[in-house]
C-alpha cells in the first residue's frame, strides 16, 4: 500500500533554516500537505502543493517537490522557539479521503 | 465561532464498553472527518463526510461506525472497545476537499482497558 516517510528528529539553531524531508510511494498523488502539530493540540495545515508544481513559496516556509523521486521537503527560515513542534508531511488523491496518507512525523527542536 | 468542538476531552473504558465521540462545527463546512493519531504515529483517517447524510470509510474504519444527520455534527461511535483503540482521537472540518485548509478540534484522549 501506500506509504509516506519521514525522519523522526531534527534539532536547528534559533536563526538557522529547517529542512524537512519527506518520500512517498504513490506516483498518483494528487495534493502533497505540511501540517504542524504542537504539544497537546490537533494538527493545522502549513502549505500544500499541487503534484503538477516544483515549488511554492508561502512567507518563511518554503516547499519543493521533486516528482521523479517523490521527494517532498519543505524548508523553514529563521527558524524560530515558536517552531518546535511536529510536523506531519501527508499526500491525497484528487478528491478527499482518496489514498490520503500521514507520515509518522518529524519532531523539530529549535535551541536557543 | 467556536470553530470545532470535541467532547469528552478524556475517558476511560473497559473492553467491551460502548462510546460515542461528539464533534460539531459551527463553520457550516460541507466536509468532516474522524482521525485516531497512535503514540509517535501520524493520523490515520477512519471515516469522513462530504456532507449531511453521507460518510464514507477511511483507511481505519474498523470497529467504529458515524453518522451525519446535520451539517454541525458527526458523532463517532464505538459498539465494542477493545484495547486496540486505545488512541487520541482527532475530529476536523472543511469546507471543500482535497487542498482545502482543515480546522481541527482538541481532541479526545480515549484509554481502553
Known amino acids: 500500500g501506500e506509504d509516506v516517510e519521514q525522519s523522526l528528529f531534527l534539532s536547528v539553531r534559533e536563526g538557522d533554516s529547517s529542512v524537512i524531508n519527506c518520500t512517498y510511494t504513490?506516483?498518483?498523488?494528487?495534493?502533497l500537505y505540511w501540517y504542524k502539530q504542537e504539544p497537546g493540540a490537533g494538527l493545522q495545515l502549513l502549505t500544500y502543493?499541487?503534484?503538477?508544481?516544483d515549488m511554492k513559496q508561502d512567507q518563511r516556509l518554503t516547499v519543493l517537490l521533486n516528482k521523479k523521486d517523490k521527494h517532498l521537503s519543505l524548508r523553514i527560515a529563521d527558524t524560530q522557539t515558536g517552531d518546535s513542534a511536529i510536523y506531519f508531511c501527508?499526500?491525497?488523491?484528487?478528491?478527499?479521503?482518496?489514498?490520503?496518507?500521514f507520515g509518522p512525523g518529524t519532531r523539530l527542536s529549535v535551541l536557543p | 465561532n467556536a470553530g470545532v468542538t470535541q467532547t469528552p476531552k478524556f475517558r476511560i473504558l473497559k473492553i467491551g464498553q460502548s462510546m460515542t465521540l461528539q464533534c460539531t462545527q459551527d463553520?457550516?463546512?460541507?466536509?468532516m472527518y474522524w482521525y485516531r493519531q497512535d503514540p509517535g504515529m501520524g493520523l490515520k483517517l477512519i471515516y469522513y463526510?462530504?456532507?449531511?447524510?453521507?460518510?464514507d470509510k477511511g483507511e481505519v474504519p474498523n470497529g467504529y461506525n458515524v453518522s451525519r444527520s446535520t451539517t454541525e455534527d458527526f458523532p463517532l461511535r464505538l459498539e465494542l472497545a477493545a484495547p486496540s483503540q486505545t488512541s487520541v482521537y482527532f475530529c476536523?472540518?472543511?469546507?471543500?476537499?482535497?487542498?482545502?485548509?482543515?480546522?481541527f478540534g482538541p481532541g479526545t484522549r480515549l484509554l481502553v482497558l
Open positions: 476536523a472540518s472543511s469546507y471543500g476537499g482535497a487542498g482545502e485548509t482543515q480546522y
Open positions: 504513490d506516483s498518483s498523488s494528487t495534493y
Open positions: 502543493i499541487f503534484s503538477n508544481m
Open positions: 501527508a499526500e491525497s488523491g484528487p478528491i478527499y479521503g482518496q489514498n490520503f496518507v
Open positions: 463553520m457550516n463546512h460541507n466536509y
Open positions: 463526510s462530504v456532507g449531511a447524510g453521507i460518510t
